[in-house]
T-cell receptor, first 115, second 112 residues
């Protein structure tokens, strides 16, 4: 089955530690995205990448970093500089159709808890 | 930045009732999307709208792209318990990238 795999489902870290969230897709999608979701809030864009070795900051990039070394992989690192890292993190992907991008397809998320 | 106002924030209905929720934007969008999210899962696309005035159905769901391009609504007819979840609207204003702006969601509870 094609899809987006986010791992792990639950992640616990101590304050001050960096942590990397994995996102892999086998949909051959061109663009990949990271969103953060907090209770009662919409999804806020952290970073996105439209091609390999290139990525752009979203609306809340501070304290996060990403890489896009392979088309199918877009890991997100939550650094110790992120002031409030506890959240539900969603990875998504989209394919370029020639005239635009398809609607986002989401993974099932990673819930990060930092204490 | 762009903002989407989604209402209502939550709804409690009886099984069999119809549901309506909407989103309004401070700016024009070229695409409106509606997603549903089950607890602990990622959002799943329900309906995509690409043209002002477009009315699209997906089973018991119907969504419309407002003619001003600043609003959209989603209707669910004859609700069932599995309709429970959070419904999000999202809009894209076009351009070379594809960045969605999301509403804050409508939490739907269906009492059997």
């Amino acid at each position: 089955d094609g899809g987006i795999t986010q791992s792990p489902k639950y992640l616990f870290r101590k304050e001050g530690q960096n942590v990397t969230l994995s996102c892999e897709q086998n949909l051959n999608h061109d663009a990949m995205y990271w969103y953060r979701q907090d209770p009662g809030q919409g999804l806020r864009l952290i970073y996105y990448s439209q091609i390999v070795n290139d990525f752009q900051k979203g609306d809340i990039a501070e304290g996060y970093s990403v890489s896009r070394e392979k088309k199918e992989s877009f890991p997100l690192t939550v650094t110790s500089a992120q002031k409030n890292p506890t959240a539900f993190y969603l990875c998504a992907s989209s394919i370029y159709t020639g005239t635009g991008y398809s609607p986002l397809h989401f993974g099932n998320g990673t819930r990060l808890t930092v204490t | 930045g762009q903002q989407l106002n989604q209402s209502p924030q939550s709804m409690f209905i009886q099984e069999g009732e119809d549901v309506s929720m909407n989103c309004t934007s401070s700016s024009i969008f070229n695409t409106w999307l509606w997603y549903k999210q089950d607890p602990g899962e990622g959002p799943v696309l329900l309906i995509a709208l690409y043209k002002a005035g477009e009315l699209t159905s997906n089973g018991r769901l119907t969504a419309q792209f407002g003619i001003t391009r600043k609003d959209s609504f989603l209707n669910i007819s004859a609700s069932i318990p599995s309709d429970v979840g959070i419904y999000f609207c999202a809009g894209n204003s076009g351009g070379s990238n594809y960045k969605l702006t999301f509403g804050k969601g409508t939490l739907l509870t269906v009492n059997p």
